[in-house]
């Protein structure tokens, strides 16, 4: 069977990693090849790079990082930030990237998803959502969670989903940066409406958010960052302790282990 | 030399990066003088079968594929491997290159037929790192142990192919992960995404 995936969220701003809480105060983290190397070592199941740069500069830099990435580290790769159109679609796909994922782009341009579907794939289109709640309903937010669109959050997961995105990325505006957990029932309702692999970003704070979250089957993977680059929890010890809480894991070390029985 | 097929399908920057990793010569050629000086073959591919075939088709290549592939290793990988068996039918029905015998059919029929009632019937795309269950022996595993994990991204699988099943994973059904017939391989994940792993299986077929 299919295992759950483990993902660090790397945001690249000038070529550096950096980390905001709650998308504010950004802090400059460390070099993003070598954290590559290091999660790709730890057992991370795929890396995703967020290019959180606005200057034409930094997104050269941004691609520069992103093939040296794609040159030695052999994981599923997902870009995102400053994707609008096809032609960002290409650019980061020619570096190396296997997925590319679309936020506030699919809000301007919602036809984006489709055309990047049936050009590259559904496997390779990545809606990625920052949701919140306003007056008990899930609001579709923009530009990084600061601006409240005022979309139906489910309706446009269930629309993304139809119009070809392949994965979509919930991530929680009321957990992130809290450390308390994600946000179950936000998932639990995205899972509800569509039927593709459902990533969980914003409020993991220890192993045991991560157990917890593995409990509702419709989620696929769980995401974070800070936590994992602080080494607050460290990725090959949470891999090792779901598995021992009866969640499917990739387990390097253990599978080398197993006696070769053929 | 490997000589990856260009057929004009899919991203080879992740396949090219992976072999130059292992300190491997490879080249991305629709040249027949290069696939011929080649020491071996990967037929890449992702996408829709019957698209594939075409533009395959249209390269002219065809026929010296098939000829090499009884001299010197091919290795075909997620699509790739698919175009090697008998036939497709995904979106209709194509012909593919008939090298190993089988079909390649949707998963989601096989799935929806197998679900319970109640239960919610697994994703298709099969997408994700799954186990690696080795059945039978072969060089191409000279350096994998038994159930690694690797990448799959697909839709359609091989089917009627068991005879030449050299490897599988459970996904609902047994999903084709491996298969081998003589000098011809195919894999239906994606090696060059699968971590040390798939690294160490190019290796193997580099030494084939």
Not at chain 2, 10 to 36: C, H, K, M, W
Request: one cysteine or more.
């Amino acid at each position: 069977m299919i295992t759950k995936r483990i993902i660090p969220c790397l945001d690249v701003k000038d070529g550096r990693v950096v980390k905001g809480t709650n998308f504010q105060s950004l802090r400059d983290m460390a070099d993003p090849v070598e954290m590559a190397r290091f999660y790709n070592q730890a057992g991370a199941d795929e890396l995703v790079f967020y290019d959180i740069t606005a200057s034409v500069e930094g997104r050269r830099l941004f691609t520069d990082i992103l093939e040296r990435v794609a040159r030695e580290i052999f994981i599923p790769l997902t870009v995102g930030g400053g994707i609008n159109t096809l032609e960002d679609f290409d650019r980061v796909l020619k570096c190396g990237a296997d997925k590319v994922s679309v936020n506030s782009g699919a809000i301007r341009h919602p036809e984006l998803i489709h055309q990047a579907a049936q050009k590259y794939g559904d496997q390779c289109v990545v809606l990625s959502m920052d949701i919140k709640r306003v007056d008990g309903k899930f609001h579709l937010f923009a530009k990084g969670g600061r601006e409240d669109t005022g979309i139906d959050a489910l309706e446009w997961a269930r629309q993304g989903a139809a119009h070809g995105a392949g994965e979509l990325v919930v991530n929680s505006i009321d957990t992130d940066g809290v450390k308390n957990g994600f946000d179950l029932e936000l998932l639990d309702a995205v899972a509800e409406v569509a039927k593709v692999p459902i990533i969980a970003s914003g409020g993991a704070g220890r192993m045991e958010d991560f157990a917890q979250l593995f409990t509702h089957p419709g989620v696929d993977a769980g995401l974070a960052a800070s936590i994992f680059h602080t080494k607050q929890v460290e990725i090959g010890a949470l891999k090792q302790y779901l598995q021992s809480q009866g969640v499917e894991m990739r387990l390097i070390k253990g599978a080398a282990e197993n006696e070769l029985k053929i | 030399m490997i000589a990856i097929i260009d057929y004009g399908v899919g991203n080879l920057f992740s396949l090219s990066s992976s072999l130059a990793y292992l300190g491997l010569d490879s080249r991305v050629t629709a040249s027949p003088q290069e696939i011929e000086a080649a020491d071996r073959i990967i037929l890449p591919g992702v996408g829709a079968f019957g698209d594939a075939m075409e533009k395959l088709r249209n390269t002219g290549l065809i026929p010296l594929i098939k000829e090499q592939a009884e001299k010197k290793p091919l290795l075909g990988i997620c699509l790739g491997m698919q175009l090697l068996v008998e036939k497709s039918y995904e979106y209709g029905e194509h012909a593919g290159l008939g090298l190993i015998p089988g079909q390649v059919c949707p998963l989601q029929d096989d799935l929806v037929q197998l679900a319970q009632p109640g239960k919610v019937p697994l994703k298709v795309p099969h997408m994700g790192w799954n186990r690696l269950d080795l059945i039978k022996q072969d060089p191409l595993f000279s350096y994998l142990q038994q159930g690694e994990y690797v990448y799959y991204v697909h839709s359609f699988y091989a089917k009627n192919c068991r005879e030449h099943t050299l490897a599988d994973s459970g996904y609902g059904v047994r999903v084709t992960g491996v298969v081998g017939s003589g000098k011809v391989y195919g894999v239906q994940f994606h090696p060059e995404k699968s971590g040390d792993t798939g690294l160490r299986l190019l290796k193997a077929f580099a030494q084939l």
